[in-house]
């Protein structure tokens, strides 16, 4: 299957090029209209096998700060916290691994100095991380865009816009502090996958964490897998993820996000596979009744409303086949939540300061009573999600 | 926020902002922005480093060096596994401390210790399961 570097003769563009396009705004545009390649395909550093270079030297070395500084602030900042905040419970008389509401953590450890640096540090790294990206890309906006402009109708796979869709507000905040969250910022989709590739340390840059969760997705039990449906795509890789699992099935990515599935589709037609991207909400996906086989969504639900959750289920529910089946992968809710004071402190400053205001109802969500009352025959022992999860919950839809 | 090319179709939509930058947690806002750019200047002093050993390997091997090919360069594996080894010693080096040292040196009310005792290190993480590695906030 061609694709668009090799349609575009631009495996790795020339150094001339690199100096050219971004050694100042001014030479941007001037240069990229005038390349012998096509104007649109924006990689000056080449690739690193799926993962487009970003496109500066100094940029890359910054993010290569950042995925650092973000293995010490998960782990040695994370654990200190840890075992400092076992140590004032145990102070306390309180056993740290009970389960507390969030304000009585907060008034048992929230004035700890200790405590509060390592929520700082990992926040002031993840605004660090969205700024430099936000500058990058809309420092060269005339480029990316027309990059994007240029596969909008290009194949494989297909792009659907819905500009004038309605948004419900509970999706419009910033989640994860990202400038303009998933539906406010052209380059949303940009900024979302290179953001979030450093906060997998360097593991996922050949999508390999999504690959995995593909390649763990439940069939329905006769087999038959016709149309798949990724809910809630943002950026696209467990789609592309799944059309390779499942190469002869028709592959759907939706997510509320314009920018978030152009950059998709772009990033889809870049690699070469076969994907159909719409701007759709999981509650009103416009499918037709009984139409997918399987049904997932990765780290969706708890980005989303109480409220919205049971309608995203009973959508679900009505889209699946009978005997398709249901994979939502996101935190574990109801008994096998993680308990403890540590980890509702981290839940409440990552739902408070971190641009997640559905994480702490989604912590006392009930997903597999949620999913049986949208219809479903849950097992909340299905096969694990990923590598050191035990259990994901699987629904099935009945025949 | 959105493109300032006005002749562009636009595919955003109205957004909530984000209060973030209002966020105290270390008792004064001063203090929680200094951390950050305490931070950030780690990234821009780890970002001139990098570049400086792009150089040097560049002189190595091709005995001059330009702009343009320090934009391009790809380090090898090897290259990239030594300066992961590099980045990981200066951040413990500017960093470290404060996760080493932080839990000896205030009380547990908070106030600073005079006498500050060794750190304990045999306190289990079994209070936390499941939400490593999965989303943007732990």
């Known amino acids: ?399 | 926020m959105a493109d300032s090319n006005s002749k562009r179709k636009s595919y955003t939509a109205d957004f909530i902002k984000s209060d973030t930058d209002e966020a105290v947690f270390l008792g004064n806002p001063l203090m929680d922005d200094m951390m950050t750019s305490i931070i950030a200047l780690g990234a821009e002093v780890w970002a001139n480093r990098r570049r400086t050993r792009i150089i040097e390997l560049l002189m190595e091997k091709e005995g001059a060096v330009t702009r343009e090919m320090i934009e391009a360069y790809v380090p090898t594996e090897d290259e990239e596994a030594e300066m992961r080894d590099e980045r990981d010693a200066f951040i413990q080096l500017t960093y470290g401390h404060i996760a080493r040292t932080g839990e000896d040196q205030t009380a547990l009310d908070g106030s600073a210790k005079t006498n500050p005792g060794k750190a304990s290190a045999n306190e289990t993480d079994d209070d936390m399961t499941g939400d490593a590695g999965m989303g943007m906030g732990g």
């Open chain 1, 1 to 399: 299957m061609m694709n668009r570097r090799t349609l575009f003769g631009a495996s790795a563009a020339t150094a001339s090029f690199v100096g050219a396009l971004f050694g100042s705004k001014k030479a941007s545009t001037a240069t990229t209209t005038s390349s012998k390649f096509s104007s649109a395909d924006v990689e000056p550093r080449g690739s690193k096998g799926r993962l487009e270079r970003l496109p500066r030297q100094h940029l890359e070395a910054q993010h290569d700060f950042i995925t650092g500084f973000r293995v010490f602030a998960n782990r040695d900042m994370t654990s200190a916290a840890r075992r400092r905040i076992a140590k004032i419970m145990r102070a306390k008389g309180i056993d740290p691994t009970k389960r507390l509401s969030y304000k009585e953590v907060l008034g048992h450890v929230g004035g700890d100095p200790l405590v509060a640096a390592s929520a700082r540090m990992w926040l002031s790294a993840q605004q660090i991380n969205w700024k430099t990206l936000y500058d990058e890309f809309h420092g060269n906006a005339n480029a990316y865009l027309a990059e994007m402009e240029a596969t909008d109708n290009a194949g494989p796979g297909t792009l659907e816009l819905n500009p004038d869709m309605y948004i419900p507000e509970y999706l419009t905040h910033e989640i994860h502090i990202q400038p303009g969250g998933y539906v406010g910022d052209e380059f949303a989709g940009h900024i979302y996958h290179y953001g979030t590739n450093n906060f997998f340390e360097g593991r996922n840059d050949q999508d390999e964490l999504h690959i995995g969760l593909a390649t763990a997705m439940p069939e329905p039990e006769d087999g038959k897998v016709v149309r798949v449906l990724d809910q809630g795509c943002s950026c696209g890789q467990l789609s592309v993820a799944l059309k390779e699992r499942f190469p002869d099935a028709e592959v759907w990515g939706i997510d509320v996000g314009g920018p978030m599935v152009r950059y998709a589709h772009m990033r889809a037609v870049d690699i070469g596979i076969d994907v159909n991207f719409a701007q759709r909400l999981a509650e009103d996906s416009k499918f037709p009744d009984n139409h997918f086989d399987i049904a997932t969504n990765n780290i969706m639900f708890h980005e989303v409303t109480t409220e919205a959750a049971h309608e995203i289920l009973a959508e679900s529910f009505r889209v699946l086949r009978p005997g398709g089946v249901y994979y939502p992968i996101d935190f574990y809710t109801g008994n096998p939540a993680p308990k403890g004071v540590f980890s509702t402190f981290r839940q409440w400053w990552d739902s408070r300061w971190n641009g997640e205001p559905w994480r702490l109802d989604y912590a006392k969500f009930d997903m597999a009573a949620a999913m049986r009352k949208a219809g479903f025959i849950v097992n909340e022992n299905g096969p694990p999600s990923r590598r050191g999860a035990r259990r994901n919950i699987l629904g099935t839809k009945p025949t």
